[in-house]
């Protein structure tokens, strides 16, 4: 694998389940995001890892619960979401100083019914 | 927040023909991203420019960072059908900041 991956790629999951994204990074980043991505909207941050501490949480539902247990891997644990939650979540990761030089996953599209 | 607007929303062009999208904003910024991203897949980082006036070229694509670091632009020539998809710029405030402003994007369309 080189890059940036999720798994699942698509997701459809009812208001009361509990489901996990999981992201990992094959490119000695330090650093990793998750964002969301709705229609005709900008990208939402979400939360920041560097150094596996969260560096950032962007007023995010506590339904969206994050996790990094090392560097590579990057998880998205979801309960109770709500229809509005479904949409394109993006993972991604990027390098010390040159943070702002992100490389993204494909994305795992989900959907709350 | 800091905003990026993207400019325009939308462009559907004829293969062959010149494009130039546009990214906006009040503010300034250490560096500017372009991105673009097709259906299904993630945004894949295009070019980074970080001085203001500066121009880069990858292929038939040119960007350009305003002199006061505050806005973009990126113009392809003789687009193809391979250039379609959604470009995005983004916009970092300070050069050790994990933050990203992104635009909307702008969605270009390639007609053979």
């Known amino acids: 694998e080189t890059g940036v991956t999720q798994t699942p790629r698509h997701l459809v999951m009812g208001m009361t389940n509990k489901k996990s994204l999981k992201c990992e990074q094959h490119l000695g980043h330090n650093a990793m995001y998750w964002y969301k991505q709705s229609a005709k909207k900008p990208l939402e941050l979400m939360f920041v890892y560097s150094l596996e501490e969260r560096v950032e949480n962007n007023s995010v539902p506590s339904r969206f619960s994050p996790e990094c247990p090392n560097s590579s891997h990057l998880f998205l644990h979801l309960h109770t979401l709500q229809p509005e939650d479904s949409a394109l979540y993006l993972c991604?990761?990027?390098?010390?100083?040159?943070?702002?030089?992100?490389?993204f996953g494909p994305g795992t599209r989900l959907t709350v019914t | 927040t800091q905003l990026l607007e993207q400019s325009p929303q939308f462009l559907s062009i004829q293969e062959g023909e010149n494009l130039t999208v546009y990214c906006n904003s009040s503010?300034?910024?250490?560096?500017l991203q372009w991105y673009r991203q097709e259906p299904g897949e993630g945004p894949v980082l295009l070019v980074t420019v970080v001085t203001g006036g500066e121009v880069k070229k990858l292929k038939r694509l040119t960007f350009q960072f305003g002199d006061a670091r505050k806005d973009s632009s990126l113009h392809i020539t003789a687009a193809q059908p391979g250039d379609t998809g959604l470009y995005l710029c983004a916009g970092a405030g300070r050069s050790n900041d994990y933050k990203l402003s992104f635009g909307a994007g702008t969605t270009v369309t390639v007609r053979a």
């Open positions: 991604a990761s990027s390098q010390g100083k040159q943070a702002y030089e992100q490389y």
């Open positions: 503010s300034v910024f250490s560096s």
